[in-house]
């Protein structure tokens, strides 16, 4: 994973997630959009653990290649 592909990941894992807690502020439990905006959140999270893990996993494949 090259480093630009990881920080553009990042920011669009970012601006789900932040957008979608301040939605949740706003809406009202129990409504569709609730909901939506619920999943949308859980899929920030996960893409944003899946950019994290994958960088880690790049640079320790990195490190132990140079060494």
Do not use: H
């Not at 480093?3 to 809406?27: C, K």
């Not at 009202?28 to 653990?49: D, K």
């Amino acid at each position: 994973m090259t480093s630009q592909i990881g920080r553009v990941a990042l920011g669009w894992a970012t601006f789900l997630v932040l957008a979608s807690v301040v939605l949740l502020f706003t809406l009202t439990p129990g409504t569709p959009e609730f909901v939506v905006t619920l999943f949308t959140l859980c899929l920030g999270l996960l893409l944003g653990l899946i950019v994290v893990a994958a960088v880690l996993l790049t640079r320790r494949r990195e490190k132990r290649e140079g060494s």
